[in-house]
């Protein structure tokens, strides 16, 4: 099958000796592109920088850029200003990751993570690029976003909420990137697949993050590009459609979206 990988991070340490062959392996295996997202400055100019070796490597325009920085490194507001100027370069597709996480931070820092965010909304809308949205047990946060959000193009990377908040989202005009987590068996992740429509889907690795099933109890410990297949699978199974129809809209939908 044929696909996009909306969201790696080939520009992490678990990739640094060998993100060239990853990059080539994942394409003989049918990802058309993948996007290497940023966290922070230097993590961002590392997408860049990776981004540009893989694509001299596969003599095309495989790989793709998301720049920002994570709300949990809110602290790092000061490189802003880096990420902008990142922003400019062609290969940048996307703003973020951005968004809300009071998973790991406890709801006193909402204020600067909100601050950082609409930093991030604000270049979106100037250099008309979609944004990446992180949300991580931060729904009800941004609901009250959804808001001020109208007419912003985004996606919410690696969904984890329920179908009430998928519902909000999808009629705020939002995508839905799922990763591998819906193959580990959760029921409300298969609630919400069973209910969002297919061409609001996009799927993503996270990699080196969420290794999918089998993979993860075959032992296999760093996710890869490739591995978003799983992903489709496990979506065309509980929707019980074809994989190969899951897949063809599924790489309509990512390519419309990041004007690829």
Known sequence: MDLIDTHC??????????????????????VKKAIIVGSDGKSSSRALEVAKKINVKLGERWAVVAVGIHPTHFPKASEFEEIAKLSEDELVVAIGETGFDLYRLGEETVDEQRELFRLHCQLAQKINKPLIFHNRAADEVFTKE???LKGAKGVFHCFSSDHSFAKKVVASGFMISFTGNITYGNKKLKKVLKRVPLEKIMVETDAPYIVPEPQRTQGVERNEPYLAGEVIKKIASVKELEVEKVSAQIL???????YL
Do not use: C, I, Y
């Open 9 to 30: 991070h080939l520009n992490f340490k678990a990739f640094g000796a060998d993100f060239l062959s990853v990059a080539e392996n994942s394409k003989q295996r049918g």
């Open 146 to 148: 959804l808001e001020r």
């Open 252 to 258: 309509q939908n990512s390519k419309t979206f990041f």
